[in-house]
């Protein structure tokens, strides 16, 4: 979390803000720092599709849904651990 934390400080802007206004469902995300105002929604399964060194931070300001069976799946040897 502290790693989380100094890479989203030591970054002038987020990569992304409000991406797909926070409907994430069925989309292939890269790495970055996503920042959202509002709620994010997974309808459908994501994919984290990066190198094992890159990090996903997401910032939510509002409630996270996820919709039941639903899938985040990690490729390209993507790590749990790089995503805050």
Known sequence: META????????????VEYKSGALGGLTLAQGLY???TSVTLATDSILRSSP???????IS???????NTR?????GTRSSNIV
Request: avoid cysteine; aromatic fraction near 18%.
């Open 5 to 16: 934390y100094t890479d989203a400080v030591g970054r002038a802007y987020p990569d992304y």
């Open 35 to 37: 920042k959202f105002g």
């Open 53 to 59: 060194a890159d990090t996903w931070i997401f910032q």
């Open 62 to 68: 509002g409630v996270l849904d996820v919709a039941a």
């Open 72 to 76: 985040v799946s990690l490729a390209n």
